[in-house]
């Protein structure tokens, strides 16, 4: 007899019109089911609780965006799964993938309107998507993000070697086949290029960190698994 807990309903199916009400209902799932979910992303789930409870209070330094938060859902529809049965299928997001998303995207300082969270950590199995979120992240700010901001962004993706480093980087070349957006970029062998912005992906390696390339990244993508802080990519 096999000992794996079935699949929990709140973990693939989507709850609420809002995409607040959606990562709303699935903190308090989570928290209700410690079964499925260990400590620390219950306490992650338990964050978003308080969080919105002390967004009520004026003196807060935060507040959420519904709009910036639904943007980012509504892009990674604009993507395209490249592998397995989706393949060429828009991307619709999970609800443990928009309760991250979401957040980061969601969640404002109300000194500027920036983001508040500048740094985020995934941990989770392979074959989770991790690679496909993190090229779609990567693709909206040098897009999107640096559209709003008036900016020329660089986004980096980071590996001990280059084939590593080119994981995420080449996974997001592929999201955009067959994707409407697709026209907005050009993809070349070392770099993905936004043509309104001129902004731009890049692979790095262990080398390049050592040499002082790509210092001023706008998003930097670290592979944990195989870049460690001692490569020089992150400082």
């Excluded at 928009?98 to 000194?111: A, N, P, S």
Aim: charged share 30%.
């Amino acid at each position: 007899m096999s000992d794996l807990l079935p699949v929990p309903e709140y973990l693939t199916e989507i709850h609420g019109e809002t995409t607040l009400e959606q990562i709303t209902y699935y903190a308090e799932a989570c928290i209700a089911d410690p079964k499925h979910n260990n400590r620390k992303h219950i306490w992650a789930c338990q964050r978003l609780l308080d969080d919105l409870k002390r967004s009520k209070d004026a003196a807060c330094p935060f507040y959420w965006d519904e709009t910036e938060a639904q943007n980012i859902v509504e892009w990674f529809f604009l993507l395209r799964h490249s592998k397995g049965v989706l393949s060429g299928q828009p991307i619709i997001l999970t609800p443990w993938q928009r309760f991250r998303l979401c957040q980061l995207y969601g969640w404002r300082r109300k000194e500027n309107g920036r983001r508040r969270f500048r740094k985020s950590f995934t941990q989770v199995g392979r074959k989770n998507a991790k690679s496909q979120e993190e090229a779609g992240v990567a693709l909206y700010e040098i897009s999107v993000t640096a559209v709003k901001n008036g900016e020329v962004d660089e986004a980096y993706t980071a590996g001990t070697k280059r084939d590593q480093s080119k994981i995420v980087f080449t996974e997001a070349g592929l999201m955009l086949r067959g994707s409407p957006l697709f026209g907005k970029f050009k993809v070349n062998k070392n770099n993905i290029i936004h043509l309104a912005t001129e902004s731009q992906i890049t692979p790095l390696c262990k080398d390049d960190g050592k040499n002082g390339d790509g210092t001023n990244p706008a998003l930097l993508v670290i592979d944990r698994r195989t870049c460690r802080c001692k490569t020089g990519m992150y400082r």
